[in-house]
C-alpha cells in the first residue's frame, strides 16, 4: 500500500493506460481523498487511550448542541454514514452513558436520541483536542484561508446538487 505522504500520479497512470477515458474528476476528487487519508493519520494519536473514538465523537457532537432529540436515521443522514454504523455507535455510547435512546411517539420504528449530561461532558474535553490539532494542520493556510474555505462551499453545494440529481424518486 503507498504510505500517505506518497504522491503517486494515478491520474497520468490511467490516461497511459486508457486514453479515451476522461481522468479529469481525478483532479478534484483525487486531492479530496488524500485529504481525508492526511487527517485520519493526524487525528489518530489524539484518539489513542481516549475515552471515544472518531465516529463516537461525530456523533455527540452532532447532539451536543441539539436543541431537540434527534432522530438515529437523521443522525446517519448529516453523518453521511449508514444507518447501521450510527445504531452501533449509538449502542456503545447508550451502554457507556454518554446517550439516551427512547422510542419515538410519533414513530416507534424510530428511536429518539438525546446526549447524557456524562456524553456532554466527554464530548466537551474531547473536542477542543480535535479542534487543536485541526488548526495546527491548517495554520499554514495563511492569507488564502478565506480563500480555501469558499472554494471548499462552492465544491460541497456542488456536490450537493449532483448527489440530488442521482438520488432514486421516490
Not at 493519520?41 to 465516529?55: I, R
Not at 436515521?73 to 449508514?82: H, K, P, T
Not at 474535553?125 to 471548499?152: I, S, T
Request: glycine share 4%.
Amino acid at each position: 500500500m503507498t504510505h500517505p505522504s506518497t504522491s503517486v500520479d494515478f491520474r497520468a497512470l490511467w490516461a497511459a493506460a486508457n486514453p479515451d477515458l476522461d481522468t479529469s474528476p481525478m483532479d478534484v476528487v483525487g486531492p479530496l481523498k488524500r485529504m481525508e487519508v492526511l487527517l485520519t493519520v493526524a487525528l489518530e494519536p489524539l484518539y489513542d487511550g481516549a475515552p471515544l473514538t472518531a465516529p463516537e465523537v461525530d456523533v455527540l457532537v452532532q447532539l451536543r448542541h441539539a436543541d431537540d432529540p434527534v432522530i438515529a436515521r437523521r443522525l446517519a443522514e448529516s453523518l453521511g454514514c449508514s444507518r447501521a454504523a450510527v445504531s452501533k455507535t449509538l449502542a456503545k455510547l447508550e451502554k457507556r452513558g454518554y446517550v439516551e435512546r427512547r422510542p419515538s411517539p410519533a414513530d416507534r420504528r424510530a428511536a429518539l436520541v438525546t446526549a447524557t449530561p456524562a456524553g456532554c461532558e466527554v464530548i466537551d474535553a474531547m473536542f477542543p483536542r480535535q479542534l487543536a490539532v485541526e488548526a495546527e494542520l491548517l495554520a499554514g493556510l495563511g492569507e488564502d484561508r478565506e480563500r480555501v474555505v469558499e472554494a471548499l462551499h462552492l465544491l460541497e453545494r456542488v456536490l450537493e446538487r449532483g448527489v440530488r440529481r442521482r438520488a432514486p424518486r421516490r
